[in-house]
């Protein structure tokens, strides 16, 4: 391997901690880079599945995955119980090597296997095939083999620490939107009501209004379009409830933002709040997920209700602006509730605070909600401020961008692709 070559592909190795998102992307490109590094044509990778207590095929190059007998390996195989023992770097034929990791390297046509060991456990391996030109693997390049073996299992590492992050945020979210479609359930059945009412009396009153044309084809259009206003509405609610990984469409932010409203009516008449829309007409799409910023939606409307407890007004406003050389678009939140001081200001996105009591000065709520609002916008590559004075209401302010490449994320870059 060549010395200047390798220095540079290390350093892109090592630049991937920042970069690595998902553990199959980080281990796809780790193969490749120590491929290219040791010149061949033929490796694979194996990472661990902690839930699963096992080893899965992760990465592969060349034809070497069709002679892998499964893609799965027990963390109580003894093959794995072998690697524990083993140094990081395992060459095929060297002096000392576990005969047992050698026949399974010598099955598989492979000459070297490289251990990523992490934190107390064996976070995956890699074997490699020949190298191009039939050289040999040469013990003084072990060392640089072994610090690859170290870079490659910090890498996994964190892909790993990002995946159980991801999945601890889901369950966050999941918890959040259950506790808001708690509070929109009223609405919710409020909106089914009617359209179940109009149907009810179109139904009575059909026996006696057979004969009649005119009643048969009005009520008969009107009661089709409440059933698919229910349907809408029970599509709308389920989606809603079921959090998954972000999912960017374009969408039409003014409907976003009036069915949002629309879910918190029942909430808002309750406490004696007044809606408003302003919504800037001929609004152009906007890439979103629209069941993420919906739950970012709900959140701020029902923050906004609780700090208006004598009543007031809530408004929604949204408009388009230039920003930073990019199109974006605004969503404003504003009411005419208590406030929040400026000692508190600065904490209320941190997860677990909150401002909110109960009787006696016990703390109400998980604190969670704003927390999971500035995530989502931040996954959205956008931000949300907020301006707020005691006694007289607070505004919170979100900034999207309307077009994928103002965005660098993965789920941007996909959407932008279609």
Known sequence: MKKGQSSSQRSSLLGLVEEAIQRKEVARRILSLVSELVQTDEGLIFSLVEDQGLYGLTASLGAVERSVRGNKIPKNNPLIRAMLKAQRVVVKGEKGTDPFLAAWLDGLGMQVLILFHGHARLVGFCALGRRKGGASYASSEHRLLEELAGEAALLLENAFLREAIRKSRLLIQRANRAQSLDAISG???????????????????????????????HFSRVASEDVDRIERLLDDVLAFAKVQE??????????????????????AEKHGVDLRLELEEHLSGVLLDRQQIKQVLLNLFLNSIDAMEQGGVLIARTRSLSKDDAEWVQIQVQDSGCG????????????????KTEEGGEREGTGLGLAIVSQIIEDHCGHIEVESRLGEGTTFSIFLPRFPEVCDTPQAEKAASK
Not at 191 to 201: A, W
Not at 253 to 265: A, G, T
Not at 340 to 355: A, Q
């Open 187 to 217: 609405g919710f059945a409020h909106e089914i009501r009617n359209p179940l009412t109009s149907i009810k009396t179109f139904i009575s009153l059909v026996p006696q209004m057979k004969e009649d044309a005119e009643f048969i084809d």
């Open 246 to 267: 972000p999912k960017l469409a374009l969408e039409d932010l003014n409907d976003l933002v009036s069915s949002s409203v629309y879910f918190i009516r029942m909430e």
């Open 340 to 355: 929040i001081s400026e000692e508190v200001l600065p904490n209320i996105f941190d997860p677990f605070f909150t401002t």
